[in-house]
């Protein structure tokens, strides 16, 4: 199995358990999983008030994953006008938001961030240089007066 498709597993597996996965089943069903979260949703809406929150989220890839996550569930993420890129507003419940959502954006946004980061040092060690460390450290130089 190569990584990606890894990477792939270890997303629906995420997805499952912020589903609320009984079984292994279950657990294996990415498309169940998702519509079990939007019953989740649509359960907290009909429960809750909807609020208001704002999320800032500087790495453009996790932004992306954010909204894409966000739209999964039927949720429509915004910003007003004027507001910076990485601003991000959703109106939604709290406990979905607090319980499901971000958790399970965060999970999920560091599945992908070690994934991207070992194939971005695997390409760098095999096209550029075999050495991707940080850069040597030494004294500074002492200063004439």
């Known amino acids: 199995m190569d990584s990606e498709q890894r ?13 609320g996965a009984a079984t292994a089943g279950e657990r294996a069903a990415a498309g169940a999983a998702a519509e079990r979260i939007r019953k989740q949703f649509d359960t907290a809406s009909k429960k809750e008030r909807a609020e208001e929150f704002k999320f800032s989220i500087p790495d453009l890839w996790s932004r992306q994953l954010f909204t894409a996550l966000c739209r999964r569930y039927g949720i429509r993420p915004f910003r007003y006008r ?3 890129r990485q601003s991000v507003l959703i109106r939604a419940p709290a406990s979905f938001v607090n319980g499901v959502l971000w958790p399970e954006f965060e999970e999920l946004s560091n599945a992908l ?33």
Do not use: C, F, N, S
Not at 7 to 19: F, N, S, V
Not at 113 to 141: C, F, N, Q, Y
């Open 7 to 19: 990477l792939r597993d270890r997303l629906r597996k995420i997805e499952a358990l912020y589903a």
């Open 82 to 84: 004027r507001m910076h």
């Open 113 to 145: 961030t070690l994934h991207l980061a070992e194939i971005t040092e695997k390409i760098i060690r095999e096209e550029v240089h075999e050495a991707t460390g940080d850069a040597d450290e030494i004294e500074e130089p002492r200063q004439l007066r």
